[in-house]
């Protein structure tokens, strides 16, 4: 399902979401199995999750328990095929390199070498940024926050932490901890929902499968709200052929999965060798 709205009449405070998979008909064949994605630039990318280990502790983080061995051999060979197989069908627009920490992994430096090959690296530093952006004037910064309890509290600290930091950045994106449930009807981004919608211009309100993404102008300053269901997630994956791919996602020890939950619609499980074609 894919609904936008621009208009204020229309806008909903806690849509109802859900999927219809008709769109997902992109062939792509991968370890030697047909797969089918969307047509969509998203659907081409590649989070590369290097490692579980990280020298942060972030409140929000749902990494913390995760604890998958990493397996550099595993690893670099399915990545290596993976991208190769992307490329060959002309269905690789972008890859991230993530973690955990990525740099505390030995062999970051050769899996950035390897990604180097198909894909341009853009590369930002944050002294830089002023620079950058005379040379490429169509780059957007955005601030992303996520909100929690141990950050910012009210909607006044998030209008001071927009003031801020406005002559930074092109847009601020807020999101809430990702839930399995409804989420609270009064947290704070549901707050700041309602804060918007009366003193803010609606750009426009994206309901897709299982998310929802909307776009706010206020005072000139651009404003973005995001909100994932991965409840809604796991039951439209019960619920649809297994050979739709929604996310490519390879793991520490080179298990790449289909999905955010790594035992569903597993294209290369982490036991099994891979050479690259
Ligand atoms: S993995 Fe990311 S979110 Fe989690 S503790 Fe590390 S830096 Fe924070």
Redesign the pocket.
Known sequence: MLKIITNKSCYQFSPELATDTVSYNLPLTLFGKQWYIMDDYWMKHIHLKITDR?N???P??I??DSNIRENKEQFLANVSRLLYEMDAQGHLSTVSIT???PALCDYVGEVVDMVKRYCHLAELKAECIAEYRQMNPSTKIRIQCVLHEKGLQSIEEMLTFMEHYKGCADDFSFRRLITLDKPAEDDLLQQFKYYLFNYAELVEQVLKDYYVYETWRLNGILITLSHSNMGLLRRMEENEPDNLLREIVVHPDGHISGSWYRNRKVICPAGRKSTKT
């Open positions: 990280c942060a502790a972030c929000f983080c990494e913390q973690g955990g920490e």
